[in-house]
């Protein structure tokens, strides 16, 4: 096999139009024959007028995140990159395909256009419409290359002459709109015309000043005017950049959506649509001038996206459709989603249709009690010439069932289709294995992640609420960062939670932080995501620059801590969430919880104090590695005294409580780990191996199980299907992550709590333990430089396997049982090695090099009892079991 490059990409994006750096790092993959590692690479930079700029050739295994090698970019400047390599074995690949580069607007200096608004402010307490927005413009002839620099308070999607531009939706995202706000960058070059051309808006509230949040939620959470930053660039052929004035030729309306927010769902009058508005020629005489807001005026610095925009993923047909007696058309589409109906039908002019949405079916009915006082209903008006065809635009809703009312026909007279709308992260990890309920929990948590990145890691899709809770992806950031590329998505976000600490290092509970009732921050375990996510992200891809961006966040938030403890190492003061859903804790308290809040926070604290002294290591700070490995031994220390007794025992005696002592190695010795597990094993086994765990504990019991030599515990635990367990919503049918582990009672009615989600991916978390223990696939160097194998078979399993995308190309590991021996399967990239460690007496960890490597050892035969549950609950609810 000839030695190729493939995935060549620029920071982590392979399509690098909108670069926010002037010095995009490169990376890229070697295939070549198995164990044929990259000995040197050369890297060729072709800028915009042909000026070139080679490294020659450099004598170095690494291929990820490698510096820019030449002059930095400007502002809008392209170029284009190549990279080719030299085996160990002395081959030397072709130079690969070009990657095109270009620099975004690097410099606020840039933009030379102010905001245009049509509502500068609006009454609150009901959904706004949407705007229409117009302008035309001259193009000359030769005009070689054409931009849209773009963003909106509110939410907005263009048109130029009488197209879309771009497929994102809710542009441009929802980031901390005081401190940043993103923009979007549209190549229209094949677009622009010479003569007249007419560019085109839809612009409505969105997160800036739609209700957001619980409690009844807030309005004009950011200002009260929604407007539109548009700057048009045509690059000529002579280099020269004309910024088209615009501002005069502004005109505005309102558009067809009467009614839009992103809880209400939308109102749609075809009657009303402006048939061509974005096409040059549209009379506009009747639209009004819009208010200038001068961009000086805001303070938000305007930055380029880090990560991908949502989209449309996936459609989905309905799985079965009934028509109820009164007339209503029920659609189950058979999975639970984040997304929007799309309809195709024709009626008269004036039919109106109502789409309601809902997770489950409650006495044979949407069970809306879950939305709170999320109505999530759209409507739509004919204008009746014909099929029309709509989707909401600027409204999202979580459910797997819809009905339709006011639908004149039967359901064969309109065609309705469900749109899966999340961030489009590529996908990068997989697990499978003999046990089918294992797969669907998996499968399940994967869709709750689907569902749940929107733009921002929120909680759930389908309630008034959608916030950005750091808890959550603090726990569930490992098993994120296995199954999709966050890096972007995720480093972005961590921006806003800098900017929204604030002086003090506290970090809100939920980000971008909105003033609805919740108690004010810290807590532990949720504040802790400003150290643990950059690392948990650091681990997974080896980008260091992560751990640069968010030292200071992350500093600033353990000192905060450290001045709460009053130097003593105990944080066991102010308001904590603790071990939030513990399932002993009443529906109508969830943060109840059996296990001590303030060891929860000060065990945190110890967690977080040794991760950033590892991050100081690792960026060569040793004054501060100095400083915070001291307060973790204090930290830890101050943990003993207070929580743990001589023999082991650790207060609360909960399993959440054992737990964090294990995996955040709080305990003195291996005696008392020894004790600590034996009693951790107790209390699963005395419990029947029922979950006992909140958000706090849920992601790491089977961890602290199988470090202290109770595997098979940690199956009994893990292979539960009985409430509480990670299985029983499986066997109620469902098809994401709960909120609760009872969500639905096994009667099947509706947990009677006010937080009854169906669509939460925090207690799916235990994924990861199953990509790493189970199957046996886990980073042993930062950026899985080195790879650990070590698959821990149990639980009656009789294979299973974990594929990872790493940064240096497709790693998996797969086993099987067959008569008493244990078949591992290793595939490594090259250029990485592995350490196998197998689960055989006498074994000694062995490293190798990339390729195919097959084990095969003695192993029993499992004594664990496979038989899985053939029959789904008969309580469940009968269509979410369907």
Known sequence: MSATISQFRAEHQHRALSLGTASPRLSWQLKAQDGDAQESYEILIVRAHGEQFTTGRVESPESVLIA??????????????????????????????????????????????????????????????????????????????????????????????????????????????????????????????????????????GWYRGRLGFNGGLWDNYGSDVSLLAQVELTLEDGSVQIVPLQEAWRFTESPITAVGLYEGEHYDARREASGFSAAGFVDDAWEHPIVLPLALFAA????????????????????????????????????????????????????????????????????????????????????????????????????????GGWVGDAEGIDVRAQVTHSDMERRGWFDSSHAMLNKLHENTVWGMRDNFVDVPTDCPQRDERLGWTGDIQVFAPAASFLFETTGTLSGWLRDVWAEQGEGGAVPNFVPWIECGFPAPPSAAWGDAAVIVPWVLYERTGDTKVLCDQYPSMKAWVDMIERLSGGTGLWNTGFQLGDWLDPAAPPENPGDSKTDKYLVSTAYFARSTDLLSRVALVLGDTDGHRVYSALHRKVKAAFQREFVSASGRVVSDTQTAISLALVFDLLEDSAQRERAGDRLAELVVAGDHRIQTGFVGTPIVCDALVQTGSLDTAYHLLLQDKFPSWLYPVTMGATTVWERWDSLLPSGELNPGEMTSFNHYALGAVIDFMHRVVAGLAPAAPGYRKILVAPQPGGGLMNASAVHDTPYGRASVSWRRDDGRLVVVAEIPNGVTAVIRLPQAGWIDREVGGGTHVFDIAFPEPQFDAEQPRVINPHANEAEAA
Not at 168 to 191: I, M
Not at 321 to 339: E, K, M, P, S, V
Not at 372 to 399: I, M, Q, S
Request: negative net charge.
């Open 301 to 404: 610095t305007l930055e380029s996206p880090t990560g991908p925009p949502v989209r449309v993923t996936e459609e989905l047909v309905p799985v079965s459709t009934d028509q109820r007696t009164d007339g209503r058309l029920r659609f189950d589409f058979g999975q639970n989603i984040a997304g929007r109906l799309a309809i195709r039908a024709s009626a008269a002019r004036g039919t109106t249709i109502t789409l309601h949405h809902a997770e489950v079916l409650a006495d044979d009915e949407l069970a809306t009690r879950p939305l709170r006082t999320a109505t999530a209903v759209d409507r739509y008006t004919f204008k009746g010439d014909g099929v029309e065809e709509w989707t909401p635009r600027f409204t999202y809703h979580g459910f797997r069932f819809a009905e339709i």
């Open 68 to 205: 820019w090698p030449g002059e930095p970019l400007a502002s809008r400047e392209t170029a284009q990159a190549r990279v080719r390599v030299w085996t160990e074995s002395g081959q030397a690949s072709e130079w690969s395909e070009a990657l095109p580069l270009e620099a975004s607007l690097l410099d606020p200096l840039d933009w030379r256009v102010d905001f245009i608004s049509p509502s500068v402010t609006a009454d609150a307490g009901i959904p706004r419409p949407a705007y229409l927005l117009r302008a035309e413009f001259d193009a000359p002839e030769g005009v070689a290359r054409a931009r849209i620099y773009a963003t909106a308070h509110g939410v907005y999607e263009l048109e130029l002459n009488g197209a879309a531009v771009g497929t994102e939706l809710f542009a441009p995202g929802w980031t901390s709109y005081n401190h940043r706000l993103r923009f979007q960058t549209y190549d229209v070059s094949a677009s622009v015309v010479p003569g007249r051309n007419a560019l085109g808006a839809w612009l409505a509230d």
